[in-house]
């Protein structure tokens, strides 16, 4: 079982940054792949960055949507229990409350396939 607690989010003008957290309790966390999703209101959930369990020899492996591709930067702390989505240059179309998920396994970047979800946190950006 894994609980997970997002936190970071506020509102910030465009062109900004703001770096979010997912903390999660359990001991095999390291052994999750863990993804960040938004919603804005009146649109769908969507995928926007995942990493996958640290390999010991090569690390984690990293995905992004495209339309974060470059600005957007996740990265795990596993002795810490935690993932980071670092956002930069923030445009108002990101505005959305930001979900980080877990799952057993690989990466996946439909919602459907994790497992465990924070409550969310929400991101605002004004133009």
């Known amino acids: 079982q894994v609980q997970l607690v997002e936190s970071g989010g506020g509102l910030v003008q465009a062109g900004g940054s703001l770096r979010l957290s997912c903390a999660a309790s359990?001991?095999?966390?390291?052994?999750?792949?863990v993804g960040w999703f938004r919603q804005a209101p009146g649109k769908e959930r969507e995928f926007v960055a995942a990493?996958?369990?640290?390999?010991?020899?090569?690390?984690?492996?990293?995905y992004y949507a495209d339309s974060v591709k470059g600005r957007f930067t996740i990265s795990r702390d596993n002795a810490k229990n935690a993932v980071y989505l670092q956002m930069n240059s923030l445009k108002p179309e990101d505005t959305a409350v930001y979900y980080c998920?877990?799952?057993?396994?690989?990466?996946?970047?439909?919602?459907?396939?994790?497992?465990?979800w924070g409550q969310g946190t929400q991101v605002t950006v004004s133009s």
């Open positions: 998920a877990g799952r057993g396994g690989k990466t996946a970047v439909d919602d459907a396939e994790y497992d465990y």
């Open positions: 359990g001991r095999t966390f390291s052994r999750y792949a």
């Open positions: 990493i996958s369990w640290a390999i010991v020899w090569s690390g984690s492996s990293t």
